[in-house]
């Protein structure tokens, strides 16, 4: 270990939660350089919904490369981007109806919501964006504006401007929410922007997630997300999803929204998209907003991520069929089955989340970090987030076999009795 603690910056954090060298993968499991597995239930942060070392994005990569495939190309045509743009057409946006363009920028999260906020700034004329309480968006200057974390913010080191916060209406789903959240936030909002003077204008965006999984889990109630739709609509205000952590399957469809009946101008997408863990970021652009660019206005030396192409493209395999969402959609309520139980024996814990992403609150950031450690130590990898880190987070890969889900929940439900009763003797 003394290289990195020797060399590697302070800023290092995963490692210090999965404190081991890991030296292989495959699937839903990590093995230690010493030999000993772990179940991954965080699975690069989302990043790996389709597992480690995916043997289909292997074998396709392995084959591009050996056969000279172009590897890095800005935004040049190549055969693996044609095959990817082609395959995300006719599998997600012709049957969605969705006439989307698709822009690549740099090959993170980050990115794609800066570009996003630009083209909104730009297709508007307007300046500011209204974003969500406890929402996570990055961590570059323009995203980082928009995230409501403080420990994030205070970071900067300049003021974050621009972006105006406003209650994240997750409605029942969020018991306890001292901040107003539901469909009086909207209302207060429009009662706002129709008062000449408020001194607040209508916004160029919202920008929101769904499901703010590095938020706490917090899923959106549907009424509230269908009323600002509307509101976007009315004032003149595109409205963007930040489907970068809970898209690409992760609730069971291939957009977490495919099933709250609204349509966003832009969709933010990463993580996931690459299929098998190499970098790459894109965001689908209602065409009267992407009229707004001039070539080269926004770019990115690494927009062409052809690996990424090729990996992508088979992730998008899993969605020619609705094979892999039903056991998405099964596993995702075997978890949640297994974890109500929790919140029956111990008042101060609630389960939230939908599909295969979950969030056991456990009302405290020092309770959520003994469950963590106790989970490691027994061979589970699992993360916190939330408020001060109060929610055990569980994100597993969604080709994780049953019986590693099943094993992984034991160890968590275990971890989360011992910790609660412990605390209550």
């Known amino acids: 270990m003394s290289i990195f603690e020797q060399r590697e910056s302070a800023i290092r954090a995963y490692c210090r939660v999965y404190p081991v060298v890991f030296d292989k993968a495959l699937n839903a499991r990590q093995t230690d350089e010493n030999g000993r597995e772990y179940i991954d239930f965080f699975a690069g942060a989302g990043v790996l919904n389709f597992g480690h070392n995916n043997q289909r994005m292997k074998d396709a990569v392995i084959d591009y490369i050996q056969s000279n495939g172009v590897t890095h190309s800005l935004d040049m045509h190549t055969t693996a981007k044609r095959q990817f743009m082609e395959h995300f057409t006719e599998t997600i946006l012709k049957p969605r109806n969705m006439p989307h363009k698709m822009q690549f920028m740099g090959p993170t999260g980050t990115n794609a919501v800066e570009a996003a906020m630009k083209l909104a700034r730009r297709a508007t004329g307007r300046q500011d964006i209204v974003a969500f309480s406890h929402g996570f968006h990055g961590m570059t200057l323009g995203a980082l504006s928009a995230t409501a974390n403080q420990y994030f913010r205070n970071a900067a080191g300049v003021p974050l401007t621009h972006v105006k916060h406003f209650p994240f209406g997750c409605g029942e ?183 295969m992403i979950l969030g056991l609150d456990v009302g405290s950031g020092e309770r959520a970090k003994k469950i963590v450690d106790q989970c490691f130590d027994s061979g589970l990898m699992i993360a916190s987030c939330g408020t001060g880190g109060r929610v055990v987070k569980l994100i597993p890969p969604l080709t994780t076999p049953k019986a590693d889900l099943e094993e992984g929940l034991d160890i968590l439900i275990k971890a989360t009795d011992n910790v609660m009763m412990q605390e209550a003797a």
């Open 173 to 355: 789903t969020c018991p306890g929410c001292e901040l107003g959240c539901g469909k009086d936030s909207i209302n207060q909002m429009r009662a706002i922007y129709a008062d000449s003077s408020s001194g607040i204008a209508p916004p160029a965006a919202f920008l929101l997630e769904t499901i703010q999984a590095e938020g706490g889990v917090k899923v959106a109630d549907k009424d509230w997300l269908l009323a600002l739709a509307k509101l976007a609509k009315d004032v003149g205000a595109l409205l963007i999803v930040d489907d970068i952590q809970v898209g690409v399957g992760r609730t069971g469809s291939f957009f977490s929204f495919d099933d709250l009946g609204i349509e966003p101008d832009i969709i933010c997408l990463a993580k996931g998209i690459g299929g098998l863990g190499t970098p790459m970021a894109m965001n689908l652009v209602k065409p009267e907003y992407d009229k707004h660019w001039s070539p080269g206005e926004h770019t990115g030396t690494f927009r062409g991520q052809d690996i990424s192409f090729v990996a992508g493209d088979q992730a998008l395999s899993y969605f020619d069929d609705d094979e892999l969402m039903q056991t998405v959609k099964k596993h995702g309520a075997m978890m949640n089955d297994a974890l109500r139980p929790l919140a029956d024996r111990h008042p101060q814990v609630n389960v939230t989340g939908k599909g």
